[in-house]
Nanobody, 124 residues
Framework: QVQLVESGGGLVQAGGSRRLSCAAS????????MGWFRQAPGKEREFVAA????????YYADSVKGRFTISRDNAKNTVYLQMNSLKPEDTAVYSC?????????????????WGQGTQVTVSS
């Protein structure tokens, strides 16, 4: 089992940047595919980015491709989401998730563990 705690959310102006972190407990962090998802008010939770266990492959939603970067540091049990060129439509609660598999997935139902989320608000 793994516990996930996000940090780094807050208020940012449009065009600005923010880096989210997700710290994982346990000694098996490197055995999990990690993902970031977000949920805006009144909307379904949606996929943002995912990274394979060793960090060799990354996947992005079209809406964030070229602006967001997912990375991980297995020595620190942490996954990051660097968000640049933020837009008001990026406003949401961002959650990290862990998947016990060798395969990345964009489907939220494929993830086994979730953090509590961190709010990101982008002002225009």
């Amino acid at each position: 089992q793994v516990q996930l705690v996000e940090s780094g959310g807050g208020l940012v102006q449009a065009g600005g940047s923010r880096r989210l972190s997700c710290a994982a407990s346990g000694r098996t962090f490197s055995s999990y595919v990690m993902g970031w998802f977000r949920q805006a008010p009144g909307k379904e939770r949606e996929f943002v980015a995912a990274i394979t266990r060793g960090g060799g492959s990354t996947y992005y939603a079209d809406s964030v491709k070229g602006r967001f970067t997912i990375s991980r540091d297995n020595a620190k049990n942490t996954v990051y989401l660097q968000m640049n060129s933020l837009k008001p439509e990026d406003t949401a609660v961002y959650s990290c998730a862990a998947r016990s598999s060798i395969l990345a997935s964009t489907n939220k139902n494929d993830y086994n563990y979730w953090g509590q989320g961190t709010q990101v608000t982008v002002s225009s």
